[in-house]
């Protein structure tokens, strides 16, 4: 499904963040991203979604040359994956019913499949009883479910989350990595960057480790290593 061919990205005051990175992740897997700050983990995740692209090599998902597309083609592959950030970017003055909905009511969709999608997203992060509630009125941790249900109200094959427990609490981030869990189990797949160390050894999923912008350890059931 996701394939790096050879990828290097150069920026230009000359600093390398990813040097011929070679990996393929392949459908309905879990995968940490891990290494150290600098180590490109972020950098590899913006190449999924667009938002950087890579000086040479191919990043294909699906088949699809995300290097190569036209604006006109990155909004409807972006609509393919969900992205989850560690500051949650929720709009402060919706609702979460409303920030759930915000993407898929561009899609032409009734209200009544909008009204079925919201709930069963709210349903799988445990927020069916905070549709009314605005982020200021929830914990860091349930502001994050909220960014994860918007994430994936639209059936997304694929999940992206950029250091999704970076601002939370061990007991937070341990709820947030389950329901990654389960929702990897529904047959999507899920790429996690990651600094938490303990969560990365609890959860035991494949570990792709990254130093100095290189892939130097590829494991199965792997652990947080540098």
Do not use: W
Request: glycine fraction near 10%; include cysteine; charge should be neutral.
């Amino acid at each position: 499904m996701i394939k790096f061919r050879n990828v290097t990205k150069q920026y230009k005051n000359g600093t390398y963040a990813l040097k011929d990175v070679n990996i393929d992740i392949n459908p309905g897997e879990f995968v940490f991203i891990v290494g150290a700050s600098g180590a490109g983990k972020s950098t590899l995740m913006k190449l999924l979604y667009h938002e950087e692209l890579p000086t040479s090599g191919i990043v294909t998902i699906g088949g699809k040359d995300i290097g190569q597309l036209s604006s006109e083609e990155v909004p409807s592959v972006r609509r393919c994956m969900g992205i989850v950030f560690q500051d949650y970017k929720l709009l402060q003055n919706k609702t979460v019913y409303d920030n759930v909905a915000y993407v898929i009511r561009t899609l032409g969709m009734s209200t009544k499949e909008i009204r079925s999608r919201v709930t069963s997203a709210l349903n799988i992060v445990g927020l069916s009883d905070k549709l009314n509630a605005f982020p200021s009125e929830l914990s860091g941790g349930e502001q994050q479910r909220v960014g994860i249900a918007r994430a994936i109200v639209n059936g997304p094959p694929l999940l992206i989350a950029d250091e999704p427990t970076g601002n939370l609490d061990p007991t937070n981030s341990m709820e947030i990595m389950q329901i990654l869990d389960q929702i990897n189990q529904r047959g999507i797949t899920v790429i996690v960057s990651t600094h938490d160390e303990a969560m990365v050894n609890y959860m035991r999923k494949r570990v792709i480790t990254l130093g100095f912008g290189e892939v130097i350890k590829d494991r199965q059931a792997g652990t947080y290593e540098q």
